[in-house]
């Protein structure tokens, strides 16, 4: 098969990873890509929300399937119009993809279908917000309806730190028409985990728990990221937890879904608060989690192709339970330096193949670019350099998670770049 992987970061890069040793797979492109995803994968210059390019590409190319990493081009309907082409894509369509594109639309739902999340009130005016923070008090969690890159949740623990938040999303308006609508929430307390499933509508199948570290600094303080680190599986995700994960909120979303006449095909990714009154539902993403996805792949043995081509089809009752290696993977994120705030880019990467030669270890690569140094002569000398915030997921498997936090860091250690910051304590969490 021809399979072309949409996306450009961590993530991408170990789906790319993945589906490269499928048995299925004859030709991988991935559109824009990065620099690791060029080393096994044709990259294409087509920006990953292009849904118009991507279609024309896919075509001309016959491309056979198409995997969405990126939540933009579900939102935009690609899946959609892939379809109408009669092209295979693994994804939600548009309507299915409002779950994350629409905090609105999600926590409808769960309301509507007795999914278990914090209590919420919806606004489209500022003053209206703003008296009920007053009201209702703080801590709570003002949350922009549409997609604001990540960052359109601020759990603010006072209430001039709240109401701060509304007037900036929607008087000064910094996400734009994303926070037309907010919503304020109560705020839980808990550990939080990542579930993600694979479903048909129908089907339904679990992949193995994960932890983000969304915070810049080790014990999770300092701002909030895209994510700085990852293990699989999270011991906290016990397998009474997840029945009741699986039950109350996966099972009631999809079905309460398919009510509302919409079938949701891909992955769905729950983000869940474990409180000490069982798991609530924080959020929904309609793809896989990044940098989750780095921990949770190496441990796969199924077939990811087949899986997703049974889950398109609506045949994904007939792939029994997925296979799982039973070691523990850590991911640690290297970022550059002053991220997540300002950065800077191409700086040189070294150390990468000395990391990658330590048995277990895989690089994947989320801001590199492959630069060209000397292209005369016999040998063509390439390097890495930086062009993201979040640059590398370095991954490890252990026989345990301490094996797996051990043989990670060794690997960081060889890793050098002008201004690479790192957390220390990935994992941390799942051996106390
Ligand atoms: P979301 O995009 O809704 O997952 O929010 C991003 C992050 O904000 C979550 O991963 C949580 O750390 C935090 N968060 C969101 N909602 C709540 C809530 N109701 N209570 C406490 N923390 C929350
Ligand atoms: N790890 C958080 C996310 O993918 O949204």
Redesign the pocket.
Known sequence: MRILVIGSGGREHALAWKIKQSKLCDKLFCAPGNGGIEQIAECIDIKADDVAGLLDFARKEKIDLTVVGPEKALALGIVDEFTKAGLKIFGPNKKAANLEAS?VFSKELMAKYNVPT?KFKIFDSPDAAKKYIEENGAPC?V?ADGLAA?K??V?AKTVDEAKTAVTSMMQDKIFGDAAKKIII????IGQ?ASILVITDSKAVLALASAQDH?RIFDDDRGA?TGGMGAYSPAPIVTDLILKEVMDKIIFRTIDGLAKEGIDYRGVLYA?V?LTKDGPQA??FNVRFGDPETQAILPRLKSDLIEVMLAAGAGKLSKIGALEWDSRACVCVVCAAGGYPGNYAKGKVISGLEEAESIKDVVVFHAGTELRTINDVGQRQEREYLTSGGRVLGVTGLGATIKEAINKTYQAVDKIKFEGMQYRKDIGKKAVS
């Open positions: 905090k914090a969690v949350k990540g359109g949740v759990v929430e109560d705020c839980l939080e969304k909030n983000g608060m924080l959020e």
